[in-house]
């Protein structure tokens, strides 16, 4: 918790200070990494300082999200500038990229303002507070950390599970959100246990970026498409580029069915592995789970799905 602390506290002034796109996307994933430090340290109800501490690193990775994607598509929209030959279309992608830089100013001067409070900058004094209040509980001395973070893990698992069902029967744009946040929060508890030296859980962290990785495209091109969409929906510019505008909408619109596809596929395919998937096995060992007994490995439907309130 203390490392992921100092992480948070150390690119919060680069955020605010500097135009870094790799600052912004740093300061979004170590906070999902403290965020679940913090909820797996403290077992459901959260205390208030915890829960307060959770809501703020949730409202710093809202305020960020729109420059984040501006971030992205800036830099896909410069890729794209570069292999463009007909000159109408060379025009109007360089309008979509000037449009993009300017909602990328109202984002960062918007976002900026947002986390700029007391709260964000307080960070570490109450990340520490929490520490020391979490330390002077009683606990039995035969306390096994890993027990803590493999039923941690497990409970993550079953959302994740229950996410990817979901996913996977409707192909919803907002059931994907959902799944991918889901995969980032179990990716990040694994992440303890590997930081504890458990090379299960490395082997199963492979899986999971993988995963993140393709998702994550996915959530990108629809970013592309639309600020795009938006850029290009200017009247003066449909009046003078008709046949340019309608191109490029049939271009989102295969890109998006391309990029869709991608994900319909993965998901049906993690869907069909189920209980039989590497990821599944490395889970059941990292809670510890009999996966030869009568009893049911984590994520089976017969083992009901504890809750979690604090969302990431």
């Not at 490029?248 to 994900?263: K, S």
């Not at 319909?264 to 869907?271: F, V």
Request: proline share 6%; aromatic share 4%.
């Amino acid at each position: 918790m203390r490392e992921r602390l100092r992480k948070c506290v150390t690119l919060l002034p680069k955020v605010l200070s500097e135009d870094s796109p790799e600052a912004v996307h740093d300061l979004r994933v170590w906070s999902r990494r403290l965020q679940q430090v913090i909820v797996t340290l403290f077992p459901e109800p959260l205390p208030p300082d915890a829960r307060a501490m959770v809501k703020t690193l949730r409202r710093t990775r809202r305020s960020l999200g729109e420059w984040r994607d501006s971030d992205v598509v800036i830099a896909m929209l410069k890729r794209k500038l570069r292999n463009v030959r007909n000159p109408a279309q060379k025009e109007a992608w360089t309008m979509v990229l000037e449009s993009a830089r300017a909602a990328l100013e109202r984002h960062t001067s918007r976002a900026r303002r947002k986390i700029a409070n007391r709260k964000m900058f307080t960070l570490a004094h109450r990340g520490h507070q929490l520490i020391r209040q979490r330390a002077q509980e009683a606990e039995p001395r035969d306390s096994d950390p890993f027990a803590t973070l493999g039923a941690s893990v497990a409970a993550a698992y079953q959302d994740w599970r229950k996410s990817l069902a979901k996913a996977a029967s409707s192909v919803d744009p907002a059931d994907i959100h959902a799944f991918r946040i889901q995969t980032k929060r179990l990716r990040y508890r694994i992440e303890l246990l590997r930081d504890l030296g458990s090379e299960t859980a490395t082997a199963a962290l492979g899986s999971l970026k993988t995963l993140q990785d393709e998702l994550g495209r996915w959530h990108d091109n629809l970013a592309f498409t639309r600020i795009t969409a938006e850029a290009i929906a200017d009247p003066d510019f449909l009046v003078r580029h008709p046949t340019t505008a309608a191109a490029m909408l049939r271009g989102l619109n295969r890109d998006n069915a391309r990029h869709l596809e991608r994900v319909r596929k993965l998901l049906a395919s993690m869907q069909a592995e189920g209980d039989t998937s590497a990821l599944h096995a490395a889970v059941a060992e990292l809670a510890g789970a009999p996966r030869e007994s009568g009893e049911p490995a984590p994520g089976e439907e017969s083992s009901p799905p504890p809750t979690e309130t604090a969302s990431a």
